[in-house]
């Protein structure tokens, strides 16, 4: 089933665990040190470190939906 990833900017409190997880889908903003969404649709692929980093996420700022296909 396809899904989506969704980041709550003001939840997060920079740990970078959603990077260790899934590097090809996080980035991370050493700016504002608040992790950076690259892959809003992640591939089938990549759905285990998809959640894995949203599991991982201590702050729960990261929300896996699973969406059906029209
Ligand atoms: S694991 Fe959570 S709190 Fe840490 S950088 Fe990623 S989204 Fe932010």
């Given at each position: 089933m396809a899904y989506k990833l969704a980041l709550d900017a003001d939840k997060c409190r920079g740990y970078a665990n959603c990077l260790i997880e899934a590097p090809e889908i996080w980035d991370f903003d050493e700016d504002t040190d608040t992790a950076v969404?690259?892959?809003e649709h992640p591939s089938q692929g990549l759905r285990a470190k998809a959640e894995a980093s949203a599991?991982?996420?201590p702050a729960g700022a990261?929300?896996?939906v699973d969406q059906?296909?029209?």
């Open positions: 969404l690259r892959l599991r991982g996420c990261i929300t896996l059906e296909r029209p």
